[in-house]
């Protein structure tokens, strides 16, 4: 648990109600999909999903702050998405900071494709927009 606590630290301010202890075991609980990417027992990052009947959602992915731009992010996605076709489920959606065009940039690349803009979406009022890529 410290080492998902510091990811969220390192990945998300607080106006982006970072996940706590309380939360991970919530949903671990609840048997919602977490992904780790570790190496040599450390954690490099996670993804969070949440299953809905047709879809898995991403809720939450971070990657510890000196493992970007490694592929990281990149393989817990597809983690993500092969988990979900494994489950059956038709598609994969998230949602996202419409600015955090690093995030973006990796879901397009995955092929995602905008569904939806979210006005006033976050805490601090930016919009946020909601992805989803349809599953074979």
Known sequence: MPALERLEQESFSASDYPLSRANFLYHIKRENPLFLAYEEGWVLGYA??????????LYSLAV????????????????????????GKKEVTLEV???????????????FEL??????????????????????
């Open 48 to 57: 969070l999903g949440l299953l809905h009947p047709k879809s898995l959602r």
């Open 64 to 87: 510890g702050i000196e493992y970007r731009h490694q592929g990281v992010g990149k393989r817990l996605l597809e983690g993500v998405m092969e988990e979900a076709m494994r489950l």
């Open 97 to 111: 900071r419409e600015s955090n065009q690093r995030a973006r940039i990796l879901y397009e690349k995955a092929g």
């Open 115 to 136: 569904w939806k803009r979210l006005e006033g979406y976050y805490p601090d009022g930016e919009a946020g927009v909601r992805l989803r890529k349809a599953l074979p």
